[in-house]
């Protein structure tokens, strides 16, 4: 019932990162630069609130104990604040259009976060047995991903279907506010099955001390000092910074990438997905019995990232030079689904160590400040990813815009040197951010050994 809780943001991060842009910028006309930008000031405000929030459930003392209380209060407004980002009002300018998208995209993650950091932190508060927290960050990839396949297929085959008015489903302004409804409640029913489920091990999760000071905003700066204290922290951090940046670009003009580069319909973008969300399940299934083979979780983080980066950009790569199927081929599609679906082990097997690993850092943390403070090391890592990261969302649409991508764009009417560019960004600049990306991985210090001196430690004071 923990990992049914990743359903939620499963579904959110695909959402935002993989319809919001096409949706405001070739649906409803705001300009790639402005629906970027908005998208990107929501990020970093998010990103402002998310070490608050981690702080603040931090020192809660309720008979709900720390996390469950915002997780309780985040389902409602989480899941309406969806519903409104899908179902702007007809008629407005592109200025009105654009301070739409920002307040509610504002709206939308601040309420997430109300109840994805708590909802997070629970990685570390379950257990703090060094491989059964991979275990469990493994069941919440797994449930991730069925959020991310729930988005594409019910989207794509069902919402934006095709229609003799919109052959380009996707097109259809009237789909947007019905699939945003859908999943709102999708969103209410994942965040409350969580939240009831984990319910009956309140008593057992570690509990804010009886000397705790009330919240104030410079606590969250102290503790967030604190936090990047630990060169480990640093590295996991800049490791997900990174790959945030890049996912977020990837995510985004993925899209373009399908339709106008390789020529896919939309169906056969949605059928790709289940290859993907499978390989994304393989990788992190393949995480735990991997990692009794290999005791460094940083080895497996850094497989995981050059293992995406080599499979995700092959077809792009080898189409710029000429040696891959054209556009139209049957054959072209199969590889690029395959390639997809193989890559996605490396994200499934990355995102589990992620997290993992910063489970461990919260026990370098006990052992040297003598307090559990797993809220704020998970919200400072979203923090940091989300404020940096975010810029991927703005170089998507600088893409956008640079490649000449007018709106509703079609295979007919598109520049061929337009998606150069657009391949140029999405094979060798990718390749080029996630070479950067593990080497910044190299950095984590926490090794197996050290964390079970550590756990000796807090073992032995308690």
């Known amino acids: 019932m923990f990992a049914v809780g990743q359903i939620p943001e499963g579904i959110q991060t695909t959402s935002f990162g993989f319809f919001l842009l096409f949706f405001y910028n070739q649906v409803l006309g705001l300009s790639g630069f402005l629906a970027s930008m908005a998208i990107v000031i929501a990020i970093v405000v998010d990103a402002i609130g998310d070490p608050i929030i981690g702080t603040w459930s931090d020192g809660v003392r309720s008979r709900w104990g720390r996390r469950h209380p915002f997780m309780y209060a985040g389902a409602i407004p989480f899941a309406l ?4 980002l899908f179902s702007p009002p007809s008629g407005m300018s592109e200025m009105q259009v654009f301070a739409w998208l920002i307040v509610f995209s504002v709206l939308m993650r601040t309420t997430q976060s109300i109840y994805s950091i708590p909802h997070t932190s629970l990685t ?45 489903g996707q097109l259809n302004p009237e789909a947007y506010p019905k699939f945003g409804f859908v999943f709102a409640l999708i969103i209410f029913v994942g965040v409350i099955l969580t939240a009831l489920g984990t319910h009956s091990h309140i008593p057992y999760l570690p509990q804010a001390g009886v000397d705790i000071k009330r919240f104030r905003f410079k606590q969250v700066l102290s503790e967030a000092s604190m936090a990047f204290g630990f060169r480990s922290f640093k590295s996991i951090v800049s490791t997900a910074v990174l790959f945030g940046m890049t996912m977020g670009m990837v995510s985004a003009l993925s899209i373009y990438l399908g339709t106008l580069y390789f020529q896919f319909s939309l169906e056969q973008i949605a059928l790709s997905f289940p290859a993907s969300t499978l ?11 991997l990692g009794r083979i290999f005791k460094e979780k940083k080895t497996l983080l850094i497989a995981g990232l050059l293992w995406y980066a080599v499979w995700n950009t092959a077809p792009i790569i080898l189409s710029l030079l000429g040696l891959f199927p054209a556009p139209g081929e ?25 997290y993992s690993m910063i489970a461990d850092v919260t026990d ?32 998507s649409g600088v893409v956008v815009d640079l490649a000449g991508i ?23 600049g990718v390749l080029i951010l996630i070479g950067i990306t593990a080497l910044a991985a190299s950095f984590y210090d926490l090794t197996s050994a050290e964390h079970k001196r550590v756990s000796a430690r807090i073992a032995a004071a308690s």
Do not use: W
């Open 279 to 289: 390989g994304g399940f393989i990788g992190a299934a393949l995480t735990t019995p």
């Open 364 to 395: 370098q943390h006990e052992e040297k400040h003598g307090s559990r403070s797993e809220g704020i090391y998970f919200a400072a890592s979203s923090f940091a990813a989300k404020a940096i990261g975010g810029f991927g969302v703005v170089i």
């Open 406 to 428: 007018q709106r509703n764009a079609t295979v007919e009417t598109i520049d061929p040197e337009s998606l150069r560019t657009l391949a140029m960004a999405m094979g060798p």
């Open 81 to 84: 604040c969806f519903y409104l």
């Open 330 to 354: 049957p054959i072209l599609f199969y590889l690029v689904m395959t390639s997809n679906a193989i890559c996605a082990m490396g994200i499934g097997m990355l995102t589990v160590m992620l």
């Open 124 to 168: 570390a508060e379950l257990s703090n047995d060094y491989q059964e927290r991979t275990l469990l960050s493994s069941m919440r990839s797994a449930f991730q991903s069925v959020g991310n396949l729930m988005v594409f297929l019910i989207g794509l085959m069902i919402f934006f279907a095709a229609t003799p008015e919109y052959p380009n």
